[in-house]
């Protein structure tokens, strides 16, 4: 079981916004850092939000990210067919000095 | 352009050792942590282990009996092996340049064990 918990699914209109949480279950993460990552299976894993809320180049800013207390959110503005895809946030584990991943939002574009 | 590669077998036995390599182009391994994530079919990624260019490493504890992730410096590559493999450890493998939060991943190889 995944210490960072994310809702296993999430859908949206094409040009809604919708937003995936990720809530922590231990101080030791939640005093850290989020990332989020965009994943087609059998694909490279993309980087999209690091340090809670910056963008790497490249990443359209219809992607956006925030965190407050022991939540984060990645939050998708005029959603595209494209955007159908896996998104996973992750944290640092202090105890462990790694990172750990959350379980996974499957975005489906209706 | 950075780019990963990872390569190695494709099928692995189970009881045997899973040995993979990520050749690095692009980029120096010097001066970055490199890092190996997992990911079994229909489940999520899972944090393997990373190593720094000096070859420090830091192992996910349930992994950590079984893992070994080396580092090849003149070759610019750095390797991944997991011993005592079961089909548990059938997953998509990658690696990526960083320990947290990382920009440049490896396609993913695909192993599969199975006798």
């Known amino acids: 079981q995944s210490v960072l918990t994310q809702p296993p699914s999430a859908s949206g209109a094409p040009g809604q916004r919708v937003t995936i949480s990720c809530s922590a279950s231990s101080s030791n993460i939640a005093s850290n850092t989020v990332n989020w990552y965009q994943h087609l299976p059998g694909t490279a894993p993309k980087l999209l939000i690091y340090s809670d809320n910056q963008r790497p180049s490249g990443v359209p800013d219809r992607f956006s990210g925030s965190k407050s207390g022991t939540s984060a959110s990645l939050a998708i503005s005029g959603l595209q067919s494209e955007d159908e895809a896996d998104y996973y946030c992750s944290g640092w584990d202090d105890s462990l000095n790694g990172p750990v991943f959350g379980g996974g939002t499957k975005l489906t574009v209706l | 352009q950075v780019q990963l590669h990872e390569s190695g077998p494709g099928l692995v036995k189970p009881s045997e050792t899973l040995s993979l390599t990520c050749t690095v182009s692009?980029?120096?391994?010097?001066?970055?942590?490199w890092s190996w994530i997992r990911q079994p079919p229909g489940k999520g990624l899972e944090w393997i282990g990373y190593?720094?260019?000096?070859?420090?490493?830091n192992y996910s504890p349930s992994l950590k009996s079984r893992v070994t992730i080396s580092i090849h410096t003149s070759k610019n590559q750095f390797s991944l092996k997991l011993s005592f493999v079961t089909a548990a450890d059938t997953a998509f493998y990658y690696c990526?340049?960083?320990?947290?939060?990382?920009?440049?991943w490896g396609q993913g190889i695909l192993v599969t064990v199975s006798s």
């Open positions: 692009g980029d120096s391994i010097i001066g970055s942590y």
């Open positions: 990526a340049r960083g320990s947290a939060a990382a920009v440049y």
């Open positions: 190593i720094y260019y000096n070859g420090s490493t």
